[in-house]
């Protein structure tokens, strides 16, 4: 089993929908989490870190559930620059490494 | 603020060649380091990480090695080559632990 697992997708959403993602983790001694956000052929980017009571940034919010292993990211109003590669993050291994579910792709259609 | 630099962004080298990627951070001292490969279509794959100069731990069995000569300096090498070797390469930093990491612009590598 992978230690963090995310549906590949491809999620194709009209513009302004909402639309949401999970991710599952197996290592329950997992530290830290995150959400990166990936474009086409360019490095990854920290889109949000994910805190134990939940947090949001504007449009998106990220939330945990650490009796179910799993973290998600919610986005209200997509727009077409949201359109990307969307990767879970966790920090596991003493919080040394950082594991990268495979992504979920997500395409916003005008 | 922190930077960090990795190159070259693209290379093409033949089978059986050698390879020497560099990553530098610059705006802070002492930091985690950590080599990933992605594959085309992929998901990243962590190669190696670092917690300090010297130290190397290494995550998969592979053709690759890595080094750490200067606090904020982290080399990918091989001697050989393989096709499988293919794939953009990201080297990236971190602070401690429980903190998120910032990629360089990641060098993509074709095995011909």
């Known amino acids: 089993r992978k230690e963090v697992e995310q549906d590949p997708g491809p999620f194709n959403v009209p513009e302004g929908a909402t639309v949401a993602f999970n991710c599952t983790y197996s290592?329950?001694?997992?530290?830290?989490f995150f959400w990166y956000r990936q474009d086409c052929r360019k490095e990854p980017k920290l889109l949000m870190s994910?805190?134990?009571s939940g947090n949001e940034d504007g449009r998106f919010t990220a939330q945990l559930n650490r009796a179910s292993q799993y973290i998600s990211l919610l986005i209200r109003d997509s727009k077409l620059s949201d359109s990307a590669t969307y990767l879970c993050?966790?920090?596991?291994?003493?919080?040394?490494?950082?594991?990268f579910g495979q992504g979920t792709r997500l395409t916003i259609n005008p | 603020s922190q930077t960090i630099h990795q190159w070259p962004a693209t290379l093409v080298q033949p089978v059986g060649s050698p390879l020497s990627l560099e990553c530098t951070v610059e705006?802070?001292?002492?930091?985690?380091l950590y080599w990933y490969r992605q594959a085309a279509g992929r998901g990243l794959q962590l190669l190696f990480y670092?917690?300090?100069?010297?130290?190397i731990s290494s995550e998969v069995p592979q053709n690759l090695s890595a080094s750490r000569p200067q606090d904020r300096q982290f080399i990918l090498s091989s001697k050989k080559l393989l096709l499988s070797d293919s794939g953009f390469y990201l080297c990236?930093?971190?602070?401690?632990?429980?903190?998120?990491?910032?990629f360089g612009q990641g060098t993509r590598l074709t095995v011909v």
């Open positions: 705006g802070t001292s002492n930091p985690n």
């Open positions: 990236a930093w971190s602070l401690g632990f429980n903190t998120e990491a910032f």
């Open positions: 290592n329950s001694a997992s530290q830290s």
């Open positions: 670092s917690v300090g100069i010297g130290q």
């Open positions: 993050v966790v920090r596991s291994g003493g919080a040394q490494k950082l594991v």
């Open positions: 994910v805190y134990s």
